[in-house]
Every structure is written in structure tokens, then in C-alpha cells.
């Protein structure tokens, strides 16, 4: 089986994107009520008080500026992983969109593949069972429906109507 490796990471800019902004904007909203929380800590913290004027704006200012550091890492961090996570995601439903959509078109020559990683590798597999069966079907009718040309043609409509009957029999409807 060959194997199928995707070089493109932004399949659904728009799905992808708004995924991105919202691991994002949690990161932020996140780290900004952490910071709050350390910030009340540190600012309670027994023996702060003998620290100079100098002192505490030196400790101020490496605080917020460690901080902002963290936090943009983890933003950073949080942002490239969404997009691989998601890629995992979007990857196979793209896949399976543009299946459908030859199958809606009648295409019954696709064939849906999925990586050993992709989180709806099962899905892939159901798909392409599924149409694995509409294909056989879609196969087996067209032969039916030559015999009841054949049958027709000779004049044995009774054997017609019984091949007609097995031609619409394959599938569920009620």
C-alpha cells in the first residue's frame, strides 16, 4: 500500500484558522489570569516590604518581562500545535469531501486512503467499504440490466420482470 504524506498543513484556511486564534486567545486569557494570581502572591509575600523603591521596580520589571516571555512561548507553542492537531483532523475530512464529491458526480473509482496517524482512520476505512459495495453493486446492476436488454429483445418478458426485481432489491429504502 502506498504511502500517502501530506505536504500541506493548511487545508481549510478558514476552519484552521479560526482554531488557531481561539487556542490562541485561551493561551492569552489563560496566562493573563495566572499572571494575576502570582502577581497578588508576589506582592503579599511576607518580607517584600524592606525591599527599596529601586528594588521592587527591578523585581517588577524582571517579573512582567519573564512573563511575557512564557507566555508568548506557550502562544507560540499552542498556535504550531493546533495547526498539526487540526492537520489530523482536516486532513481525512478533506479527503473525504472531495470523495463524495465524486461519488455524487457517479465516480465510483475512488479510493479513500488514510494515513496510520489520522484520527478518523476508521472512518477512511468505512467509507471505502462502503464504496467498495456501491461499486460491486453498481456493477452487478448494469450486468442485470444488459441480461433484461437481452431478455426484452428475445421476448421473455417474465424472466425480465425477475431480473428487474433482483436489479432494485440491493438496497434499503423503507
Do not use: C
Request: proline residues 2%.
Amino acid at each position: 500500500m502506498p504511502r500517502f504524506r501530506r505536504t500541506h498543513y493548511i487545508l481549510k484556511p478558514q476552519l484552521q484558522w479560526k482554531y488557531f486564534f481561539i487556542s490562541l486567545f485561551v493561551v492569552v486569557v489563560t496566562a493573563v489570569i495566572v499572571y494575576y494570581i502570582f502577581w497578588l502572591a508576589l506582592a503579599t509575600s511576607p518580607g517584600l516590604e524592606t525591599l527599596s523603591s529601586g528594588d521592587w521596580k527591578a523585581l517588577s520589571r524582571a517579573y512582567n518581562s519573564g512573563f511575557l516571555w512564557v507566555v508568548l512561548v506557550l502562544a507560540f507553542s499552542a498556535g504550531i500545535l493546533s495547526i498539526f492537531l487540526f492537520h489530523r483532523l482536516i486532513g481525512p475530512i478533506t479527503v473525504f469531501e472531495n470523495a463524495l464529491e465524486r461519488l455524487k458526480a457517479g465516480d465510483f473509482r475512488i479510493s479513500v486512503h488514510a494515513r496510520k496517524k489520522d484520527e478518523l482512520r476508521g472512518m477512511a476505512e468505512k467509507m471505502q467499504t462502503m464504496i467498495d459495495n456501491m461499486r460491486r453493486a453498481a456493477i452487478e446492476d448494469r450486468e442485470r440490466i444488459t441480461e433484461i436488454k437481452k431478455k426484452l429483445d428475445s421476448g421473455n418478458n417474465q424472466a425480465a420482470k425477475e431480473l428487474l426485481e433482483k436489479v432494485s432489491s440491493w438496497y434499503i429504502l423503507d
